[in-house]
């Protein structure tokens, strides 16, 4: 097990054996949020409160369950490469900030289109659950904001693992703001198991769905990290040589 | 029809689901641009320094 992680935080090692495990991530992924959309629209009965504006938390939960466990991901990797200097660490880190930037606004924008009919507005400034999940985004911003604004990789690295390490502390502000604070937003449902299992189910099958699609990505962004930030080293110069050598 | 309407909400789901597969494709689009970027600046470089040899 320590074996395969050593040999994994080998960049060429990384870059090689990546590309393997995409396909089995995004095939699967893709076919799990093809059928769970399915079953979200069509098979799942209409909600007795919210009608069928209920459907939108198939794309909604997902988006915001990625949203904070993408900025976990990359504060983990932070702290792992602040820690014990493993480079792959920060290209993970670096290559998640994105992807979790993307799915917070879908979370956002998706939660907002469903307050439009649901509370009467498209946006509360009040509530605590919106408006730490938009500091989430800013967040994200700032994290990227900072390594593109500093070109020293090394100095990068330690900069914007200490905003992901700062800003981790949002993460169980968003989550527990509606225990915690008055909200507009509903509490937990899904975990409380308040969820009639014909609607439960295609939610889970589109978290999964999501999860495994998020996974891939991540693979083929980290992969490109890699690439860029090894660009001048010999294993890079061989792969490119030996590429053109067979085109 | 009422599928697509949805007692009124319709416009309300489907642009969510619309939007959640234009944000799905940018984010592969753009791994994928990146990649390639990275890969012929790496290529130019190459290049550059074996003529300049």
Redesign the interface.
């Known amino acids: 097990m320590w074996k395969f992680l050593h040999q994994l935080a080998s960049p060429p090692h990384f870059y090689r054996i990546a590309p393997k495990f995409v396909p089995w991530l995004a095939v699967p992924g893709l076919l799990l949020v093809a059928y769970g959309?399915y079953a979200g629209?069509?098979l799942a009965p209409i909600d007795y409160q919210q009608?069928?504006?209920f459907?939108?938390i198939?794309?909604?939960v997902p988006?915001a369950y990625l949203s904070m466990m993408t900025y976990m991901i990359m504060a983990v990797s932070a702290a792992v490469g602040l820690i014990w200097r493993i480079k792959l660490s920060h290209a993970v880190a670096a290559a998640a900030a994105?992807?979790g930037a993307?799915?917070t606004?879908?979370a956002l924008?998706?939660g907002s289109?469903?307050g439009?009919?649901m509370w009467g507005t498209w946006w509360e400034w009040g509530d605590p659950r919106l408006t730490s999940e938009l500091i989430m985004l800013f967040v994200y911003f700032g994290y990227m904001a900072l390594r593109a604004a500093i070109d020293d990789t090394t100095k990068a690295d330690k900069a914007s693992a200490v905003l992901a390490l700062v800003g981790a502390v949002n993460v169980p502000i968003i989550h527990y703001s509606v225990v915690w604070w008055s909200s507009l937003h509903q509490g937990a449902t899904v975990a409380k198991g308040a969820m009639d299992t014909d609607m439960l189910v295609p939610l889970l099958i589109n978290i999964a769905g999501f999860t495994l699609?998020f996974g891939a990505?991540l693979l083929?962004?980290v992969?490109?990290e890699v690439?860029?930030r090894e660009?001048r080293t010999r294993w890079?110069?061989d792969l490119?040589?030996s590429a053109?050598g067979r085109g | 029809m009422d599928k697509i309407s949805m007692g009124g909400y319709g416009v309300y789901v489907w642009s969510c689901f619309a939007l959640a597969v234009v944000v799905l494709v940018i984010c592969d689009w753009r791994a994928r641009l990146r990649q390639r970027r990275v890969y012929r600046d790496i290529e130019v470089r190459i290049k550059a320094l074996g003529d300049h040899e």
């Open positions: 959309t629209l069509f009608k069928d504006a459907r939108i198939y794309i909604h988006s994105p992807l993307w799915f606004f879908l924008a998706t289109i469903w439009r009919p699609v990505l083929r962004r992969r490109t690439l860029f660009r890079v110069k490119v040589l053109e």
